[in-house]
């Protein structure tokens, strides 16, 4: 997940000329008449553009999602066609079903995506970075799909513990007490009363639980909620987007029309 993290940046941020982030700077270009013959290339002056907040999951998305979207009228074909044939690389790995043939076509489809991103990038874009995707499909084959081994996952558990940072002088003892705390609370909490309420036992936070009667006799409105306070409330009526999706979860959450959707 890293390794598309940093593709895709490494493609927004040359594509889109970001200052101190691009790869086609003064330098780059200087390398390219000492090492290339390209004198086709020249420097683009455009506005700085800039993404601020980007996590990898994010990248993720707008790597395998919007990048065929978003520059499909900004640049030339060859060259969007390159960036798109990396796009779906990306994507096509990350699936949650994948076949020996499949990978094996990936893998030899990648090595010459690459070899189309070196006739459009200046040689200082290709770092590290740009050469592990080759190592990808290899790697799916031994370790299988993807979805197991990133780090999705771990990093937002990791989030959660940075959460309970209290002690900023002290940051690892305050997340081991805080963690302690935590695994204590919840394991004396099995031998409660089952009339107090823990986090073993509690109910959804929209269910008070027990039942009420409805008059439209549908089981899906006989759970009682809480009432929201009248000077929180503001009228306005539905989007037909929001009727929509209100009527379909109508539709598939009531039990009385189980029989009739099968």
């Known amino acids: 997940m890293h390794i598309e ?5 490494n493609i927004f941020n040359t594509v889109m000329d970001v200052k101190g982030k691009t790869k086609d700077n003064i330098k780059a270009r200087l390398d390219v008449a000492l090492f290339c013959n390209r004198k086709n290339i020249e420097l683009v002056n455009t506005e700085e553009c800039r993404l601020y907040g980007m996590k990898s999951h994010d990248c993720h998305v707008f790597m395998q999602t919007l ?5 499909r009228d900004l640049l030339p074909k060859g060259i969007w066609d390159a960036l798109t044939e990396i796009s779906h690389f990306f994507r096509d790995i990350c699936s949650s079903k994948l076949n020996v043939d499949h990978i094996e076509r990936l893998e030899k489809n990648i090595v010459e995506t690459i070899c ?5 990038f200046p040689p200082s874009f290709f770092d590290s970075m740009e050469h592990l995707p080759v190592h990808l499909p290899f790697e799916v084959k031994v370790g299988g799909p993807v979805q197991y081994r990133w780090m999705y996952p771990f990093e937002r558990y990791l989030f959660n513990l940075k959460k309970k940072v209290k002690n900023k002088a002290h940051v690892e003892a305050s997340i081991c007490e805080a963690y302690i705390v935590e695994e204590i609370s919840t394991f004396i909490s099995y031998y409660f ?12 936070r ?3 639980g027990g039942e009420v009667h409805s008059s439209g006799n549908l089981s899906i409105f006989s759970n009682p ?3 929201t306070p009248k000077n929180a409330v503001r009228e306005r009526y539905l989007s037909e987007i929001e009727f929509r999706q209100a009527h379909n979860y109508v539709l598939f959450n009531c039990d009385e029309l189980r029989p009739f959707i099968k």
């Open 206 to 208: 929209h269910d008070d």
């Open 193 to 204: 009363e089952p009339h107090l309420r823990t986090r073993i036992n509690r109910v959804p």
């Open 5 to 9: 993290k940093n593709v895709f940046e």
């Open 225 to 227: 909620g809480r009432p």
């Open 67 to 71: 990048i065929p979207l978003a520059f």
């Open 116 to 120: 189309k991103l070196e006739m459009i």
